[in-house]
């Protein structure tokens, strides 16, 4: 379910979360709403939770490295397939928490698009055996440099992507490094 830009709170989220009529829901998107870390305690604790396939509650400065640690906590959420903090205050610091949560190892995609995450975020994936199996990751408009993209190359893990997202910004030498590994499964788009 798309709820982008409802304006809705933790409040209404919990509504969502507790009926009755989307006990089958999976996907839930909150792009743009007022919610923010307690937004995603609530939804680990509700029925809701569980089952959610795809956690995109992103796009809201609320959602911090919080969110992180909550989710880290959360050893019954075995069914995320997508997570993406796009747009959000998450930092290095709370993609080192998600890289230890083994039961996040469900993930095939993550997103953390319009972060002020590092290439230190990117060498604690890099180095994590719990998104060994992730195909999609996006890191555009984020701090990736040329460490950040050695990471990504050198990385034991990451044999199942299908596709990465940069910016430009990483350097020539290191875009033409990360493709002899990925090949078109790399994009880089334009800052």
Same mark, same amino acid.
């Given at each position: 379910?798309d +709820?982008?830009?409802n304006?809705?709170?933790?409040?209404?989220?919990?509504?969502?979360a507790?009926?009755?009529?989307?006990?089958? #829901?999976?996907?839930?998107?909150?792009?743009g709403?007022?919610?923010?870390? *307690?937004?995603?305690?609530? #939804?680990?604790?509700?029925?809701? *939770?569980?089952?959610?396939?795809?956690?995109?509650?992103?796009?809201?400065s *609320?959602?911090?490295?919080?969110?992180a640690?909550i $989710?880290?906590?959360?050893?019954h959420?075995t069914?995320i397939?997508?997570?993406? +903090?796009?747009?959000?205050?998450?930092?290095?610091?709370?993609?080192?928490? #998600?890289?230890?949560?083994e039961? $996040?190892?469900?993930?095939?995609?993550?997103?953390f698009?319009n972060t002020?995450?590092?290439?230190?975020?990117?060498?604690?994936?890099?180095?994590?055996?719990?998104?060994?199996?992730?195909?999609r $990751?996006n +890191?555009?408009?984020?701090?990736?440099?040329?460490?950040?993209?050695?990471? #990504?190359?050198?990385?034991?893990?990451?044999?199942?992507?299908?596709?990465?997202a940069?910016?430009?910004?990483?350097?020539?030498?290191s875009?033409?490094?990360?493709?002899e590994r990925?090949?078109?499964k790399?994009? +880089?788009?334009?800052?």
């Amino acid at each position: 379910a798309d +709820f982008t830009q409802n304006r809705l709170t933790t409040d209404g989220v919990r509504a969502l979360a507790h009926s009755p009529v989307l006990s089958r #829901l999976k996907k839930l998107r909150l792009y743009g709403n007022e919610v923010s870390d *307690g937004t995603y305690e609530m #939804l680990v604790a509700s029925p809701l *939770g569980p089952r959610l396939t795809d956690w995109e509650i992103d796009g809201n400065s *609320g959602v911090t490295s919080e969110a992180a640690y909550i $989710l880290m906590r959360a050893a019954h959420l075995t069914n995320i397939r997508v997570l993406s +903090f796009d747009n959000t205050n998450i930092t290095d610091s709370g993609v080192e928490v #998600l890289c230890e949560a083994e039961h $996040l190892a469900s993930v095939r995609e993550l997103d953390f698009r319009n972060t002020n995450l590092s290439h230190l975020a990117v060498r604690a994936l890099a180095r994590s055996p719990v998104f060994a199996d992730v195909e999609r $990751l996006n +890191f555009v408009k984020t701090w990736i440099n040329g460490f950040g993209a050695r990471f #990504l190359r050198e990385s034991p893990y990451l044999k199942k992507v299908k596709f990465i997202a940069l910016y430009d910004a990483v350097p020539e030498a290191s875009q033409k490094k990360l493709r002899e590994r990925f090949g078109r499964k790399v994009e +880089f788009g334009r800052i």
